[in-house]
């Protein structure tokens, strides 16, 4: 199925396509300030309808994870790293997904801080 998604104010809007049977709260330092609730997808998966330019990206500590957020209304629809394997991979947080009820898909708890 496909999902559709965006920040607070439109500023940043993106399709993904698949389906959200969970998603992991994680407890790492920005995680835990952010409480995102995170839904892996391949990149290939997903489709930005907003130019990229209007995405603004803060790394950390090793910089491989790009916590992107949109710069008029603060809210991080996504984040991009890769995954194992190599594969670019979308990290969604769910809360910013369209028709939903993120709250009722079931957390995984993922101890990001020993991480
Ligand atoms: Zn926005």
């Given at each position: 199925?496909k ?7 439109g500023n940043?809007k ?15 330092s ?18 930005l309808?907003?130019p ?5 990206t ?23 790293a890769v ?33």
């Amino acid at each position: 199925m496909k999902y559709q998604g965006s920040c607070h104010c439109g500023n940043i809007k993106f399709e993904a396509e698949g389906e959200i049977k969970d998603a992991l709260a994680c407890n790492c330092s920005i995680c835990l300030r952010k409480g995102t609730l995170l839904w892996f997808v391949p990149a290939t998966q997903v489709t930005l309808l907003t130019p990229r330019e209007n995405i603004t990206t803060y790394t950390f500590n090793k910089h491989i994870i790009k916590h992107e957020f949109c710069g008029v209304c603060g809210v991080q629809p996504f984040g991009e790293a890769v995954d194992p394997a190599g594969a670019p991979t979308f990290a969604i947080n769910i809360r910013c997904i369209e028709n939903i009820d993120p709250l009722a898909v079931p957390v995984h708890h993922y101890d990001g801080k020993s991480h």
